[in-house]
């Protein structure tokens, strides 16, 4: 495990990337979670990246897994101090040779929430929020396109929460924000990988 001032990260580096994809894993998981994601995202693609999977910095109370913040119930306090935290290892991660333009931050259920958060306020190239929802008073006027994709059926975050980010985003955003709806549960759709490979052809 490696580490940045405020995270722990693991990663799958290339020597010749121009482009990175970040990932936030959900709750009660860890950093190696979604890099499977990230490889099917980016294998293929006629251009290189470096994949990093940042690690939430906080135990779940019951030891089992990995949490942003305290979830239930929501301790938005704590959800703030660990944006900010976020932010600044963004901003250190785009600081070393890739920039942040040249960067996707993908992140699932809790880690699409801190995505959306931290991301509303940086300029990537593109933003992408599996079965998310929005933290209070987050940034509408995101700098930065953005994919969501959410089940009809999620149990855990209903379709609702990804319905008003996007329903937000069209009236306040200038950029690109795409909505996939999928009849499946709280996970990542098998299909919205290839959505988000078209889109980083669009983009990039």
Same mark, same amino acid.
């Given at each position: 495990?490696? #580490?940045?001032?405020?995270?722990?990260?693991?990663?799958?580096?290339?020597?010749?990337?121009?482009?990175?994809? /970040?990932?936030?894993?959900?709750?009660?998981?860890?950093?190696? &979670?979604?890099?499977?994601?990230?490889? *099917?995202?980016?294998?293929?693609? *006629?251009?290189?990246? +470096?994949?990093?999977?940042?690690? $939430?910095? =906080?135990?779940?109370?019951?030891?089992? !897994?990995? *949490?942003?913040?305290?979830?239930?119930?929501? =301790?938005?306090?704590?959800?703030?101090?660990?944006?900010?935290?976020?932010?600044?290892?963004?901003?250190?991660?785009?600081?070393?040779?890739?920039?942040?333009? @040249?960067?996707?931050?993908?992140?699932?259920?809790?880690?699409? $929430?801190?995505?959306?958060?931290?991301?509303?306020?940086? =300029?990537? !190239? %593109?933003?992408?929020?599996?079965?998310?929802?929005?933290?209070?008073?987050?940034?509408?006027?995101? @700098?930065?396109?953005?994919? %969501?994709?959410?089940?009809?059926? +999620?149990?855990?975050?209903?379709?609702?929460?990804?319905?008003?980010?996007?329903? &937000? %985003?069209?009236?306040?955003? =200038?950029?690109?924000?795409?909505?996939?709806?999928? #009849?499946?549960?709280?996970?990542?759709? /098998?299909?919205?990988?290839?959505?988000?490979?078209?889109?980083?052809?669009?983009?990039?």
């Amino acid at each position: 495990m490696k #580490s940045f001032m405020h995270h722990e990260y693991v990663s799958i580096n290339s020597k010749s990337a121009k482009y990175r994809i /970040i990932l936030l894993h959900g709750w009660g998981a860890d950093a190696d &979670d979604l890099l499977p994601i990230g490889k *099917q995202v980016t294998d293929g693609l *006629q251009k290189d990246f +470096d994949i990093i999977s940042l690690r $939430a910095p =906080n135990l779940r109370t019951d030891s089992i !897994g990995r *949490q942003w913040y305290g979830l239930y119930p929501a =301790n938005w306090s704590e959800a703030e101090l660990e944006v900010n935290k976020l932010i600044s290892t963004l901003k250190e991660i785009g600081n070393n040779d890739i920039p942040l333009s @040249n960067s996707i931050l993908l992140g699932f259920s809790q880690g699409a $929430a801190m995505s959306i958060a931290a991301g509303s306020r940086l =300029n990537l !190239g %593109l933003i992408v929020s599996c079965s998310g929802y929005p933290h209070p008073n987050w940034d509408k006027k995101i @700098n930065s396109p953005i994919l %969501l994709s959410h089940g009809e059926k +999620d149990e855990v975050v209903p379709v609702a929460a990804s319905r008003q980010i996007y329903g &937000d %985003l069209k009236k306040y955003s =200038n950029y690109s924000c795409k909505l996939h709806e999928f #009849s499946g549960f709280h996970e990542i759709d /098998i299909n919205f990988i290839d959505i988000i490979k078209s889109e980083i052809n669009i983009i990039f």
